[in-house]
């Protein structure tokens, strides 16, 4: 089953979503903005994505502009930033057993959907 790290207001999460509804492919979804992921599940899925915290960020958002732009944090400090708003983490974060990636494009997404 693939978990999908979901905001609603993203059209890619929605994209991804509607992806898998259409395959047949059973998925659960996971609202990180409704429901915030805690520290272990955010720590959890980096290391699925084999990503460094800041570069999960999304970087174009004005928040990150007006608050973060310039910083230069430690993993544990962008780790805390993202805890505190999550609208900050990049979407939509597919997840299948021990690997993640994001899901953007949709058509990148669907090899690994269908893997």
Known sequence: MIKILYNNSCSKS?????YL?????????IDFIQNPLSEMELRTV?????????????KNEKKFKDLY???????D???QVMLKNPSLIQRPILIKDS?????????????????
């Open 14 to 18: 929605r994209g991804i979503l509607e």
């Open 21 to 29: 509804d259409e395959n047949g492919v059973p998925f659960e979804i």
């Open 46 to 58: 980096l290391k699925k994505l084999r990503m460094a915290a800041k570069d999960l960020i999304r």
């Open 69 to 75: 732009y310039d910083k230069e944090y430690s993993e």
């Open 77 to 79: 400090e962008w780790i």
């Open 99 to 115: 690997v993640a990636m994001i899901g953007r494009p949709v058509e990148v997404a669907k090899f690994f959907i269908e893997s």
